[in-house]
């Protein structure tokens, strides 16, 4: 019995420090996911502006840019996925993990070879381990992504998309990430980047509202290629920002079932720990008493 007082002792001791990391990893979540829902706000309107401004030039412009025109000279497809850098945020890195893999597997079954790009350690390090090429990688700032990340992202995979195709060159590029909605749900997205798709007047994804015409000066042609690349790197740092605040709440909230869980553990281990001190004393008493009628027989 006093062995399994000491097993259960050492159980409530590792448990209690497991709970203490816990519990300040979710304190540190709380304390920057408030900055990252402000990042992602403030930097919303301009997307939604470069976005406004890019429909109306896409819309009343007949001009062939290469962002806007299919490619047939390449199959090759880009495939940027955004997880996060660490762990300890539930199913986060997972879920989008899967929802690149299904995409994936779309586009090998149309015949399309995929160039896969990551930013995050989880997917480098998922990828990597599974011995599968990765055309880029960029790790280290996936919970405070900057605009020199998307930046650098950005002028990689344009620069990779207006590659001749026996220079590696892609003909399309989606992006895998995780969308903030609230405190409770994030969901995985797959957006078509390049080459922009125009619906009804509207590039796709962005606003549904009825533009006005435009005239251009000096012309449509250097209007499109001053805000295409720029259009381009805006959706990547929206992504970003968008997948930074999705980690953080999905790690808060982790964190705190597992603080939860714990605890409970802790009460279960406390319990057992008790059960078995009063089942020693019970048992010395009696070796006592036995002993004691033994003498006296």
Known sequence: MAGQQR???????????????FRAQELIAASRIGRARDRMAAASPYATAITKAVSA??????VRHPLLADREDTNRVAVLLIASDRGMAGAYSASVIREAEALIERLRGEGKEVALYVAGRRAEAFYTFRHRELAASWTGQSDAPTAELADEIAGRLLADFAAPAEDGGVGELHIVSTRFQNMVTQRPQVIRMLPLEVVDGVVEHGSDEVLPLYEFEPSVEEVLDALLPRYVRTRIYSCLLHAAASELASRQRAMHTATENAEDLIRTYTRLANQARQAEITQEISEIVSGADALAS
């Open 7 to 21: 097993v259960y002792r050492q159980r409530i001791r590792s448990t209690q420090s497991l709970k203490k990391m």
């Open 57 to 62: 030039v896409a819309t009343h412009s007949d």
